[in-house]
DNA sequence: CGTCTCGTTGACAATGATCAATTCATGTGG
DNA sequence: CCACATGAATTGATCATTGTCAACGAGACG
């Protein structure tokens, strides 16, 4: 499997064959597999780990006392989950799977270790905390502001811009393998609204979404619609400039 | 003038004198004055410096093409604007003042030297960090989750739980020098609405606010009608128990 | 074949938005 | 001190978006 946490810090920087074999090296600590909806963590825990999504989908979530869920973020391959939370007692969301998961468990101490060794990935991670930072302020204005076309028709661009960042789309195609619930919590919006506006999408030929499968035909028109600027996913390989000895590679 | 942000670090951490001396010296560096309203770095600028609010309230913001307004965060006496986006080319929102605002430019440089010299000065910052993202998490849930009234109550239960935090409020009362207007574009409501939910807090006793002053009669109250919990604010004084050296103060 | 989850649809209710005044507070110039 | 201008808060009436409830259909699976 190639790792998809790789394809992404090169999408920031140009990463040595060095660097590679570090991050490799993460993945072969510890895996650990989970079936679908089930937690990897649960708020009030104190995490003393730092999670690499290598396969399936995760979110963040926070339930409230009354049953209502939120999906803060969701989590796709290549992600990890919380670098630094061990600065804090208590973890005050939970993170759960939402499609079964493959993920690697690496130690704060090996992390530690690498990114002291290897300065571009250090920057490169940082890079990564930064940008999922900046996606959940844009969460912020897409829950604010946006209609609920909006808002879906923004979150399937976010999705698909990262998604073909780690290189898990196809042409103009993709996997969505959650359920309309799930975006129903993420989004703010009922089950029965997402689902109308899903149908607005398609109808509106934005979209074809049939089964797990997603289609965006025309990504620019599906980003106008929606007011997407993707901007804010910093994909526009700053770090490149820092690129010294590494060999260039297809 | 008391610096808010010792004020605030100590309630994750004790410092040590020297840990103090330090904070003060940054905020003597460069300090900058603006109006209400005007912007401190615009959507698209690179930033240089790391700007420490030291008087005045500010906020993140994000406008849409067509003229939308999304508030994503409130920055109040003690808040650092941005620690670490000198990683990204440039910068994907705006920040910009809501009152007249004092704050201190620091450079990067000078920062550095500080946490390098003391750690403590370094974690503690990391902790004010990843509370700011906790906040933002926070606010996810408020904007997706939570109806108007909860909504609204909740901003003011952690408005003034951080306020409380740096030393700005006196009793169950404190200054909200914002107008409903920046209420209404910080939680997604129109004016008209957030004017109307202020009132029914206001008919529920829960609030009282007057011209630009806030009092909270029952805290423990409001929070329960807008399920706030505290939890996300990390004020836990979990840093406490790296006090090694610090002399014990008032 | 029955059960379960997920997606879909219709009818209706409710929350919050929009529009348009009006009041109130504050500050300024004459 | 008053007349006037300005921005903010408030109100009423109406509209629109989205939620709720309830039912049904389709596919997956033991």
Redesign the pocket.
């Known amino acids: 499997m190639p790792l998809h946490l790789i394809r992404k810090l090169e999408s920031f920087t140009r990463l040595s064959v060095l660097d590679r074999q570090a991050l490799e090296s993460i993945t072969v600590e510890k895996q650990r597999r989970l079936g679908?909806?089930e937690d990897i963590i649960c708020e009030g825990d104190r995490p003393s780990h730092i999670n690499l999504i290598l396969d399936g989908w995760a979110c963040r979530y926070k339930q409230l006392e009354d049953g209502r869920r939120q999906i803060i973020s969701f989590f796709l391959p290549g992600d990890l989950c919380d670098s630094h939370v061990y600065v804090l007692q208590a973890m005050d969301h939970s993170i759960g799977t939402l499609t079964p998961v493959t993920f690697a468990e690496m130690s704060r101490e090996s992390l530690i270790q690498i990114t002291n060794r290897q300065p571009r990935i250090m920057q490169a991670l940082w890079w990564d905390t930064l940008v999922s930072a900046s996606i959940q302020r844009e969460w912020t204005v897409n829950l604010g502001q946006?209609?609920?076309?909006e808002?879906v028709g923004h979150l399937l661009c976010e999705l698909f811009v990262r998604l073909r960042t780690v290189g898990l789309t196809e042409g103009d195609g993709c996997l969505l393998p959650?359920?309309?619930?799930?975006?129903?919590d993420a989004m703010?919006?009922?089950?029965?609204?997402?689902?109308?506006?899903?149908?607005e999408l398609r109808g509106a030929g934005l979209i074809v979404?049939?089964?797990?499968h997603l289609t965006v035909p025309d990504l620019k028109a599906l980003q106008v619609a929606s007011l997407f600027n993707p901007n804010y996913l910093h994909l526009d390989h700053v770090g490149r400039h820092l690129d010294a000895g590494a060999v260039a590679e297809s």
Request: proline share 0%.
């Open positions: 679908a909806r946006r209609s609920a076309t808002r959650v359920t309309q619930a799930d975006l129903a703010g919006l009922s089950t029965v609204h997402i689902n109308r506006t899903l149908q979404l049939k089964g797990r």
